[in-house]
């Protein structure tokens, strides 16, 4: 039996989750992927000029590309740019795809459907000439039946898609431009399941069972009424667990929601450690045919958010040790690929993430499957604002004819997810200050509770209580008079904040009926690999933003200590400790997993990326990284930092990171420097060392033996690059990626960490580069070109997978240094 806290509990959410690929039997499988296709390749794409007045003709250029394509990732950084600093000083513009493609014969009994699930912005779609209808958001999905206008058979069609971003700037950070998410082409028989027409909850999980409800919406598209049977059976991997059938009669042209309901013995359940998943694979059969196949891939799992214990999965208490990303995948901009997504997971699972916040705006789907295969508990967010703008051009303008549509549509696509766990309405909305605020909060819940009763919904407010403006580094204007009317209203089922770390242990005081949840915290800054030589004598962040950022930090590099941060939030260590010391508190989203394209903070050139980030935008971990795998992974970690290449006699800070030890001693040179330990509530440890070239060595002990050692050493001048790839076996499918990291090394082998080389790259065989990248804020070097500039010793290639198997040769060079190889094989 599950156990609950019933004088405490505010709600108990048991829900089940959809993946692309189902679990099942192999013939299934077919007839699921037979439903849904790629439909990415074969495009055709054209960027328009000044000059082309808003029209393609007969003349317009074309290029040859495949999707999902971001073209604004394409361009120039220019400090002029429309986008502004916040969209990364890339441009947007207007551009135009199309496709020419046949339909089979057979099916044009059959209804055909084109799903994009993401194109940034104010999209239209034709097809063979006739207007399919317009989605200004960039963030969400949708589909045109394209049936009525097809032709079958070896007569062509063509689809056309306008996208729309040149009225800029229309988002604070950057958004990318174009279809950036996958399409797809979808046929069923005229009776079907309906788009995202799913709906599979356990409303009971005890004694051994779990209740499965599955709720179906069903079309019938036949001028005449037709009787069908519908057949869902539940897999576990290849193993039928059930099933159920049941026969209905459908209304000519006319839609109808069917119950059905199961039982699961000992059913094994979704949590983060081991997210089993379950799938339900529905059959629609009319006229002794099978018309549709449809998969829902799911997991059982119960959970609450209580007012004592915070967080309770499946009956255990977990804190949320979460991140907030965004949605570009750092060089490659935000053309959507799931390695490249599936690899910033696991460097956060390697962590000890447990949580993501889709900031500020519905994800591509393929990100919430991947949290159900790798175990995330994921804040699903809907807006960024409501009716009052952030930027001129954003989602403001849209918002009175499209909210409802569009939190309605991410609702039905994401609510099937088991790694969902809660809904967010908005971030940091104006309105949260006013009664509209609360009118619109109310609007929003209500809808969500229409659609999703099973979810708890929230908004990451700023913050949802007053904080003193004198308290040290927090700054809210207008706040500290004002209730916050969207907290008050009785919309939220948790009460989210936004930084204010300060306040959170009042919170039982402020709202002692509503639970707990940091929806984004700390904001601190870190530019990779760069140090001031003492730690407590950096250039501290100014106290207001617009103070020039350069002043204090040369070529608007930030101290990878943990010591700078916006003036609205905290340090790593500070806001952690507070969310780790009480149990109430539910748990956390750090403000940032990864760095991101846009949002310098300040906003000040030539910086054109954020530095939010715990992992930089190639994906290397910043040192704050290991502070985090220290305090939320049970591994054994070890980090010390900084480098090791400084003037003789300067005085350096050394700082330690660990765990499973009671000590670490520190070695320069073979001579102890003292044994440390964390005191109270510390979260490292430091020594400061007047500087002697040579090998920094850290031991940690537990019990007076050794657990880890790690050291750091002196470089000579760079010398050799050193290839390293993270898979050196990808599949040919003209898709998936291997990360090459190249380090600069001197003569002997040791990491040159202050070394910022220039490094072209060249590839051999049946694949291409798609992105290079250092991780710094301020280069303005392409992330699509052969060469870029390393950032203390380091710098990224990836490589892209062509669609016929081949051994790849990827070459790293710098002027100077001895060239190194990696080879990767690719095969189907």
């Given at each position: 039996?599950i156990k609950?806290y019933t004088?405490t509990?505010i709600k108990?959410f048991?829900?089940l989750?959809?993946?692309t690929i189902a679990?099942?039997?192999?013939?299934d499988?077919?007839?699921?992927s037979?439903?849904?296709v790629?439909?990415?390749?074969?495009?055709q794409?054209h960027?328009?000029t000044p000059?082309?007045?808003?029209?393609i003709t007969t003349?317009?250029q074309w290029?040859a590309?495949?999707?999902?394509h971001?073209?604004s990732?394409e361009?120039?950084?220019?400090?002029?740019?429309?986008a502004g600093?916040?969209g990364?000083?890339?441009t947007g513009g207007l551009?135009?795809?199309?496709?020419?493609f046949?339909?089979?014969?057979?099916?044009?009994t059959k209804?055909?459907?084109?799903?994009?699930?993401g194109v940034?912005?104010n999209?239209?779609?034709?097809?063979?000439g006739?207007?399919l209808?317009k989605?200004?958001?960039?963030?969400?999905?949708?589909r045109?039946?394209?049936?009525?206008?097809l032709n079958y058979?070896?007569k062509?069609?063509e689809i056309?898609?306008k996208a729309?971003?040149?009225k800029?700037?229309?988002s604070r950070w950057?958004?990318?431009s174009?279809?950036?998410r996958?399409?797809?082409m979808?046929?069923t028989g005229?009776?079907?399941?309906?788009?995202?027409g799913t709906?599979?909850?356990t409303?009971v999980?005890a004694?051994?069972k779990?209740?499965?409800?599955?709720?179906?919406i069903?079309?019938?598209?036949?001028?005449?009424?037709?009787?069908a049977?519908?057949?869902?059976?539940?897999?576990k991997?290849?193993s039928?667990v059930?099933?159920?059938?049941?026969e209905v009669?459908?209304s000519?042209?006319?839609e109808?929601?069917?119950?059905?309901?199961?039982?699961?013995?000992?059913?094994?359940?979704w949590?983060i450690?081991?997210?089993e998943?379950?799938?339900a694979v529905?059959?629609?059969?009319?006229d002794?045919e099978?018309?549709d196949?449809?998969?829902?891939?799911?997991?059982?799992?119960?959970?609450?958010f209580?007012?004592?214990k915070g967080?309770?999965?499946?009956?255990k208490?977990?804190k949320?040790k979460g991140?907030?990303?965004?949605?570009?995948?750092g060089p490659?901009?935000?053309a959507?690929?799931?390695?490249?997504?599936?690899?910033e997971?696991?460097?956060?699972?390697d962590?000890?993430v447990?949580?993501?916040r889709t900031?500020?705006?519905?994800?591509a789907?393929e990100?919430?499957?991947?949290?159900d295969?790798m175990g995330?508990?994921?804040?699903?967010e809907?807006?960024d604002m409501w009716?009052?703008?952030?930027?001129?051009?954003?989602?403001?303008?849209?918002?009175d004819?499209?909210?409802v549509t569009?939190?309605k549509?991410?609702l039905?696509?994401?609510?099937?997810?088991p790694?969902v766990?809660m809904?967010?309405?908005?971030?940091?909305i104006p309105?949260?200050w006013?009664?509209q605020g609360?009118?619109?909060?109310?609007?929003?819940?209500?809808?969500v509770?229409s659609i999703?009763?099973?979810?708890?919904?929230?908004?990451a407010?700023?913050?949802?209580i007053?904080?003193?403006?004198?308290?040290?580094n927090i700054?809210?204007v207008n706040t500290?008079?004002?209730?916050n009317?969207?907290?008050a209203s009785?919309a939220?089922?948790?009460?989210?904040?936004?930084y204010?770390?300060q306040?959170?242990a009042k919170?039982k005081i402020?709202?002692p009926?509503?639970a707990f949840i940091?929806?984004e915290?700390t904001?601190?800054?870190?530019?990779?690999?760069y140090y001031?030589a003492k730690s407590?004598t950096?250039?501290?962040w100014p106290?207001?933003w617009?103070?020039p950022f350069?002043?204090?930090n040369?070529?608007?590099t930030v101290?990878?200590?943990?010591?700078?941060?916006?003036?609205?939030?905290?340090?790593?260590?500070a806001?952690w400790k507070?969310?780790?010391k009480?149990?109430?508190l539910?748990?956390?989203?750090v403000w940032?997993?990864?760095?991101?394209i846009?949002?310098p903070?300040?906003?000040?050139?030539?910086?054109v990326?954020?530095y939010?980030?715990i992992?930089?935008l190639?994906g290397?971990?910043k040192d704050?990284y290991?502070?985090?795998?220290s305090?939320w992974?049970?591994?054994?970690v070890?980090?010390?930092?900084p480098?090791?290449?400084?003037?003789?006699?300067q005085?350096?800070?050394v700082?330690?990171?660990?765990?499973?030890?009671?000590e670490?001693?520190l070695y320069?040179?073979g001579?102890s420097?003292g044994?440390?330990?964390?005191q109270?509530?510390?979260l490292?440890i430091?020594?400061?060392?007047p500087?002697?070239?040579g090998?920094?060595?850290?031991?940690?002990r537990k019990?007076g033996?050794t657990?880890?050692?790690?050291?750091v050493?002196t470089a000579g001048a760079?010398a050799?690059?050193?290839?390293?790839?993270?898979?050196?076996?990808?599949t040919?499918?003209?898709a998936?990626?291997?990360y090459?990291?190249?380090?600069i090394?001197?003569?002997?082998?040791?990491?040159a960490?202050t070394?910022n080389?220039e490094i072209?790259f060249?590839?051999k065989g049946n694949g291409k580069?798609?992105?290079?990248?250092?991780g710094d804020?301020v280069s303005?070097?392409s992330y699509?070109g052969n060469?870029?500039?390393?950032?203390?010793?380091?710098?990224?290639?990836?490589?892209?997978a062509g669609d016929?198997?081949?051994?790849?040769?990827l070459?790293?060079s710098a002027?100077g240094?001895?060239?190194?190889?990696?080879?990767?094989?690719?095969?189907?």
């Amino acid at each position: 039996m599950i156990k609950t806290y019933t004088n405490t509990i505010i709600k108990s959410f048991a829900v089940l989750g959809l993946l692309t690929i189902a679990a099942c039997s192999s013939s299934d499988n077919k007839a699921v992927s037979d439903r849904k296709v790629a439909f990415n390749t074969g495009w055709q794409f054209h960027l328009n000029t000044p000059t082309d007045n808003d029209t393609i003709t007969t003349t317009t250029q074309w290029r040859a590309l495949n999707l999902p394509h971001d073209w604004s990732i394409e361009g120039a950084f220019d400090e002029k740019s429309p986008a502004g600093y916040g969209g990364g000083s890339l441009t947007g513009g207007l551009g135009w795809y199309k496709k020419t493609f046949t339909v089979k014969a057979e099916d044009s009994t059959k209804i055909t459907s084109v799903v994009f699930d993401g194109v940034y912005r104010n999209s239209q779609v034709w097809i063979n000439g006739h207007y399919l209808g317009k989605r200004p958001n960039g963030y969400i999905g949708f589909r045109y039946n394209l049936t009525p206008y097809l032709n079958y058979g070896d007569k062509q069609n063509e689809i056309i898609v306008k996208a729309d971003n040149s009225k800029q700037p229309n988002s604070r950070w950057y958004s990318g431009s174009g279809i950036y998410r996958n399409v797809w082409m979808e046929t069923t028989g005229k009776v079907h399941v309906a788009a995202e027409g799913t709906y599979i909850t356990t409303p009971v999980v005890a004694n051994g069972k779990a209740t499965i409800k599955l709720q179906t919406i069903l079309k019938n598209e036949y001028a005449a009424e037709k009787a069908a049977t519908i057949t869902t059976t539940i897999f576990k991997g290849d193993s039928k667990v059930t099933e159920v059938s049941k026969e209905v009669k459908l209304s000519a042209n006319a839609e109808q929601t069917l119950q059905q309901e199961a039982t699961i013995d000992n059913p094994v359940l979704w949590d983060i450690e081991h997210p089993e998943l379950y799938t339900a694979v529905t059959e629609v059969k009319a006229d002794d045919e099978v018309l549709d196949t449809y998969a829902t891939p799911f997991g059982i799992r119960t959970f609450t958010f209580d007012l004592n214990k915070g967080f309770i999965l499946n009956g255990k208490q977990v804190k949320i040790k979460g991140v907030c990303l965004h949605h570009d995948l750092g060089p490659l901009g935000s053309a959507f690929n799931t390695r490249a997504m599936e690899r910033e997971l696991q460097i956060m699972k390697d962590m000890g993430v447990n949580g993501i916040r889709t900031s500020h705006n519905p994800p591509a789907p393929e990100l919430l499957d991947l949290c159900d295969k790798m175990g995330f508990i994921v804040m699903d967010e809907a807006y960024d604002m409501w009716k009052q703008q952030k930027t001129p051009f954003d989602y403001s303008n849209d918002w009175d004819k499209w909210h409802v549509t569009d939190l309605k549509d991410q609702l039905f696509r994401d609510r099937n997810h088991p790694s969902v766990f809660m809904w967010s309405i908005g971030n940091e909305i104006p309105e949260q200050w006013n009664e509209q605020g609360a009118a619109i909060g109310k609007e929003l819940s209500a809808i969500v509770k229409s659609i999703d009763p099973t979810r708890p919904v929230t908004a990451a407010m700023n913050p949802p209580i007053a904080v003193n403006p004198t308290e040290a580094n927090i700054q809210f204007v207008n706040t500290a008079d004002k209730p916050n009317a969207l907290a008050a209203s009785g919309a939220l089922d948790i009460i989210g904040y936004n930084y204010a770390h300060q306040t959170y242990a009042k919170h039982k005081i402020n709202f002692p009926k509503t639970a707990f949840i940091a929806t984004e915290t700390t904001s601190a800054l870190a530019t990779r690999g760069y140090y001031d030589a003492k730690s407590d004598t950096v250039k501290m962040w100014p106290k207001r933003w617009d103070i020039p950022f350069h002043d204090g930090n040369p070529g608007n590099t930030v101290s990878a200590y943990d010591q700078i941060q916006a003036p609205w939030g905290s340090t790593h260590e500070a806001t952690w400790k507070v969310i780790k010391k009480h149990d109430y508190l539910a748990g956390m989203f750090v403000w940032t997993g990864f760095d991101y394209i846009g949002e310098p903070t300040p906003y000040e050139w030539p910086s054109v990326s954020s530095y939010f980030g715990i992992v930089d935008l190639a994906g290397f971990p910043k040192d704050v990284y290991y502070m985090y795998q220290s305090e939320w992974t049970t591994k054994d970690v070890l980090h010390i930092l900084p480098h090791w290449n400084w003037k003789t006699g300067q005085d350096v800070d050394v700082w330690a990171y660990y765990n499973n030890a009671d000590e670490v001693e520190l070695y320069l040179n073979g001579k102890s420097l003292g044994k440390k330990s964390k005191q109270g509530d510390d979260l490292h440890i430091m020594w400061r060392v007047p500087y002697q070239p040579g090998t920094l060595k850290a031991i940690s002990r537990k019990n007076g033996k050794t657990v880890l050692e790690k050291e750091v050493k002196t470089a000579g001048a760079p010398a050799a690059l050193k290839a390293t790839a993270d898979r050196a076996k990808i599949t040919a499918d003209g898709a998936d990626l291997s990360y090459i990291t190249v380090d600069i090394t001197d003569a002997n082998g040791v990491f040159a960490a202050t070394a910022n080389n220039e490094i072209t790259f060249s590839l051999k065989g049946n694949g291409k580069i798609v992105g290079v990248c250092s991780g710094d804020p301020v280069s303005h070097e392409s992330y699509k070109g052969n060469k870029h500039t390393a950032l203390s010793g380091k710098c990224l290639v990836i490589v892209q997978a062509g669609d016929k198997a081949d051994n790849l040769e990827l070459t790293a060079s710098a002027a100077g240094l001895k060239k190194a190889t990696v080879s990767i094989t690719t095969s189907k």
